[in-house]
Every structure is written in C-alpha cells, then in structure tokens.
C-alpha cells in the first residue's frame, strides 16, 4: 500500500481524507493507495515526519501549523516553495524528502479569470498570504497587502513584492482575498478587517480561505452586493488536486474531489 496523509490541525484537514479518497477511488487506485489523516502538534513534526517513509508513506499534504517545518525538513525544495518560504506537499521518494507548494497554483486555477493586471487586495500576512500574493505577482496583478500587525505586511511585500496598505479603500480593487483566520470562529469580518459590505458590487471578486458549512459573513455580503466569489473548499480541492498530481502523475478528477469536499 502506498500510504498518503495530511499532517496538520483537525479543523485544518478534516474534509481532506475524505477528498483524497474519492479522488483514489475515481482513478482506480483505491487498492493501491490510501489517505489518512494525522494529527500532530508543532513539537512532533519533524521527528513524524522522518519516520513516515519507513511506515510506507510516499506523500504527505502539510497544513498550518507545519507549512514552514515542512520547508525546513525538506531535502529539495521546488522552486515555487523556496520562494514562498512554506510547503504544502511533502513527497517521500528513494529516501529523499521533496517539497511542493501547491497552495500558489491552486488559487490561480479557483480564480474566475486570470489575475493580470487586476488591482488586488489581500489581507493577512501569514503563509497563506504569501502563497496568494506569490501568485498574483508572478501573474502580473497590482498586489496591495493589509495586515492587522502591520510591521507582516511590510516584511512580506519587502520579500516578495507588492505594497503594503494601511486603510485599504475597499472599493478600490478588482480582487479581494481574505487569508486571515477572521471568519473561522464567526467573527465578524465588517469589524475586524478594512472592508465594508456597501464596498463590493459586480465586477469584484471575492476570494476567502476560509470555510465552514455554508458560505462565510464575508462572502454571503460580496455576493449579495454582486460580486463573483469563490470559497475556501475550492481552493481546498484545487490545492489537493495538483497535490495529488505531484504523487500519482496522474490527473486528479476535479468534480469527484469537489463533490466529496462538499458533503
Ligand atoms: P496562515 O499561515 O494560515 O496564514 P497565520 O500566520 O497564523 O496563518 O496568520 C493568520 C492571519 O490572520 C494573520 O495575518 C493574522 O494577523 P496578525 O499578523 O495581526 O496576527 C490574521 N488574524 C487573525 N485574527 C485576526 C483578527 N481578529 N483580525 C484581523 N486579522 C486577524
């Protein structure tokens, strides 16, 4: 058996298993290869990590809180990791450990439209802001980053590119994407982050990472006022899909991934 996992936080990776192994399924490979999920504290990692090859893992998808130890732990790095400075795909091959990030291409393939040239806002700083705004530059889109601690924006956009923004004016840009973990635990995204409901209308696209069971205060608001969004699962499936790609060589079914992220 080819063993798989994600290596993360419970609410990180809950609907993970269940999208990997439909995904196995679909290709014929349920046999052959499994997805598991495990639970691991930030003091455990490396040392897991190290011991999955001889247990029969050949790949792991990594989730905060390990992003940055996967980087650390890795023997090659992508280059599209490197750059990010987190990895979210560990490989296990011929006692080598590889890291990908595929958290940069799977927001550009959940995208409606190609990014270049758009005026974008993200707002965060974490290793989920870096991939996104990776990637928005690379596509050539004009990249303003807002942070709640300021002195993160600053040190991304020094590192990456980009601008750091304090009073974003929310009505000002084509492409808004919420990294930040404000929706998560309901709070209210209107008093936590420089956005306004009256600030997005069509024409915008309204991207959050985060997720739950239904759609998030933020994207409920962006779609309400007309905006086209696009919501954390998506980016979950688009992320596991090119994961799973990276693993198998295979290409990954899309809409049995998503419907199964989905239940
Ligand atoms: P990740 O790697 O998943 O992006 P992270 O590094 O923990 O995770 O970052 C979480 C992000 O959510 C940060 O940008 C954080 O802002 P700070 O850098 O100021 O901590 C942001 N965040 C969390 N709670 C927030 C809140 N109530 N209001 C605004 N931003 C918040």
Known sequence: MKRLAVLGHPVGHSRSPAMHGAALAELGLAGEWSYEALDLAPDEFERRARAMPGEGFVGANVTVPHKSAALALADTLSETSREIGAANTLSFDSGEIRADNTDAAGFLAALPAAPGGERAL????????????WALLREGAEVEVW??????????????????????????????????????????P??????????????????DLVYGDGPTRLLAAAAAAGAATVDGIEILVRQGALSLEVWTGREAPLDTMRAAARR
């Open 190 to 207: 209107f008093a936590e982050l420089p956005l306004t409901a009256r600030g997005f209308g069509p024409g915008q696209t309204v991207v």
């Open 122 to 133: 993200v707002l965060g700083a974490g290793g989920a802001a870096r991939a996104v705004s």
């Open 147 to 188: 942070n709640r601690t300021e002195l993160r924006s600053r040190h991304l956009c020094e590192e990456l590119g980009g601008a750091p923004v304090s009073a974003p004016d929310p009505g000002g840009y084509d492409l808004i994407v919420n990294t930040t973990s404000v929706g998560l635990a309901d709070e209210d």
